[in-house]
Antibody
Framework: EVKLVESGGGLVQPGRSLKLSCAASGFNFNDYWMGWVRQAPGKGLEWIGEINKDSSTINYTPSLKDKFTISRDNAQNTLYLQMSKLGSEDTAIYYC????????WGQGVMVTVSS | DVVLTQTPVAQPVTLGDQASISCRSSQSLVHSNGNTYLEWYLQKPGQSPQLLIYKVSNRFSGVPDRFIGSGSGSDFTLKISRVEPEDLGVYYCFQATHDPPPFGSGTRQEIK
């Protein structure tokens, strides 16, 4: 069974950093692109970015390119999202998903940016 | 950047009836490789989104055949025949042909 489990969320002060993890199981992690999507409270879905199988290609939505960094550890079957200079606009549920075509999603992890 | 416009924003439906959602793109979604990377997702209340349709008209594993995706170029439609209670939620289209790939703004399907 394909499973994606996000962790690392919580309350963080404005301007600080946070790193999310996504633990994958039930499939050969090395064979898939992976991505991150977020959803602000009461809002729609926003694509954050994606990473290819060997981390040689990483794409971001332009507005987040200088703040967020996607990485992966294939030995640990884990996807990461490093977020820096966080602001209130980054308050959202963050989902990891298997790509291409997001066929499996994690349950999401809440990040709240507030003082 | 590509913009996806979904209509309607909200759609009250009667269980058992057909529903239809439109997704229009500001650019053609035909990739240089000939594929059209238009997907549909459903987010049920309190849940993560789930993939329904990929490459315009292909149903993902386990998706009932009452979900039908169609369209070409920049104009796409998701039809749901015989709406059932588990079909309620917010539907999003998504394109992966052009970078950055956006989601549509969503269509909330609710019981009339």
């Amino acid at each position: 069974e394909v499973k994606l489990v996000e962790s690392g969320g919580g309350l963080v002060q404005p301007g600080r950093s946070l790193k999310l993890s996504c633990a994958a199981s039930g499939f050969n992690f090395n064979d898939y692109w992976m991505g991150w999507v977020r959803q602000a409270p009461g809002k729609g879905l926003e694509w954050i970015g994606e990473i290819n199988k060997d981390s040689s290609t990483i794409n971001y939505t332009p507005s987040l390119k200088d703040k967020f960094t996607i990485s992966r550890d294939n030995a640990q079957n884990t996807l990461y999202l490093q977020m820096s200079k966080l602001g209130s606009e980054d308050t959202a549920i963050y989902y990891c998903a298997r790509a291409v075509a997001f066929d499996y999603w994690g349950q999401g992890v809440m990040v709240t940016v507030s003082s | 950047d590509v913009v996806l416009t979904q209509t309607p924003v909200a759609q009250p439906v009667t269980l058992g009836d057909q529903a239809s959602i439109s997704c229009r793109s500001s650019q053609s979604l035909v990739h240089s490789n000939g594929n059209t990377y238009l997907e549909w997702y459903l987010q049920k209340p309190g849940q993560s989104p789930q993939l329904l349709i990929y490459k315009v008209s292909n149903r993902f594993s386990g998706v009932p055949d009452r979900f039908i995706g169609s369209g070409s170029g920049s104009d796409f439609t998701l039809k749901i025949s015989r709406v059932e209670p588990e079909d309620l939620g917010v539907y999003y289209c998504f394109q992966a042909t052009h970078d950055p790939p956006p989601f549509g703004s969503g269509t909330r399907q609710e019981i009339k």
